[in-house]
């Protein structure tokens, strides 16, 4: 049941009671109907009406039942609504001085002190009650907004991993197929259709290739891909018809944390892919060496053959060396790209 609701019906119950005079029964139905209009909007008049409802405990002629009943309900809601505390410092004074002009008009101080006690049963302590039913709701609905900022972000976490997982998996594969149907477009002894064919799916590589960057550009960046070793990198890109040479000095288990090995495993798997798609036909050669003070990945290449098909090697969007360099950053390295 709404609150509102609850004033309402205590305003007839105000101007029913057995034996209530009329003019001051008026005045408490009337003061209940302003309090419950402005309530909401305007908590502290709320408030104020509610402290001027104490009065009636003193005044002849009217139940207080009925008055002190909205008074509480009123306080309850001016301290849930208001947001400008020290408004209720001057609503209490306020009630406070209507208080004392009745008792200064009827010559009861004591009857002021019995409306004092009164004001603060009906209207202090429900005040503080709503202020804390309004701090709790705060508190409930920030603790929401923050889970669900949490959730937002382990989100976009998922879509940038998401999104480095397809850069590093599709990416490499996708620029050796690339190369590979570049290579087998240029075989002699191919008859027209499967010289065709070949373009075809050249141009298709190139084409997934840059529908790849689009997907990542609106995933977001990403991290901790996993993986195979070096080794299988080079093997695989061999197998792909790359010119590639690796030259190890030092083991892998010199790698020490696993952050290092998966950092660089990612600087090879990123030069590879770029190589073949920058230069395609080049020798490329990686170089991993490790010594007391770190271990160093370094990949290059010779540039692009003359007989290489300048259509095969699509401008890249820059996500795998802005992502790689943050890797590798976070390893405690660091990453240098470049012309030689």
């Known amino acids: ?68 009943s909205a008074a509480v309900l009123l306080s309850l809601l001016a301290g849930r609504y208001m947001t400008r505390l020290w408004r209720a410092q001057y609503a209490f004074a306020a009630a ?24 603060f049963g009906t209207a202090m302590l429900p005040w503080w009650a709503g202020t804390w039913w309004r701090q709790r709701a705060d508190l409930m609905r920030a603790g929401w907004e923050r889970a669900e900022r949490a959730a937002e972000q382990a989100r976009m976490r998922e879509r940038a991993r998401i999104a480095q997982d397809m850069h590093d998996s599709l990416g490499h594969e996708l620029s050796l197929m690339a190369l590979t149907a570049g290579g087998l477009e240029l075989s002699p002894g ?3 259709e499967q010289r065709a064919m070949a373009t075809r799916l050249r141009e298709g590589s190139v084409a997934a290739t840059d529908r790849l960057h689009e997907v990542i550009g609106l995933l977001g960046q990403g991290e901790e891909p996993t993986g195979d070793e070096i080794l299988d990198l080079v093997e695989r890109a061999r197998r792909s018809g790359v010119s590639v040479e690796l030259r190890e000095e030092g083991g892998p288990q010199e790698w020490g944390a696993p952050v290092l090995r998966h950092a660089a495993r990612r600087v090879v798997q990123e030069a590879l892919t770029n190589a073949v798609k920058h230069a395609p036909g080049s020798r490329i050669s990686v170089r991993v060496a490790h010594s007391e003070a770190g271990s ?41 790209a470049g012309p030689r």
């Open 1 to 68: 049941m709404k609150p509102w609701f609850v004033l309402i019906l205590l305003t007839p119950l105000a101007l029913d009671a057995e034996g209530a005079s009329p003019l001051p029964t008026l005045a408490a139905a009337v003061t209940i109907v302003l309090g419950a209009a402005v309530s909401r909007r305007a908590p502290a008049l709320g408030l104020t009406a509610a402290g001027v409802l104490g009065i009636f405990v003193e005044v002849d002629g009217v139940s207080p039942g009925a008055p002190l």
């Open 96 to 119: 406070a001085s209507a208080g004392m002009a009745h008792a200064g008009a009827n010559g009861d101080l004591g009857g002021w002190i019995i409306i004092l006690l009164t004001q």
């Open 190 to 192: 191919l008859s027209e």
């Open 296 to 336: 160093v990945v370094t990949v290059t290449d010779t540039g692009s053959s003359a007989e290489a098909d300048p259509g095969s090697a699509p401008v890249g969007s820059g996500t795998g060396l802005i992502s790689l360099d943050e890797r590798v950053r976070l390893a405690g390295g660091e990453l240098r």
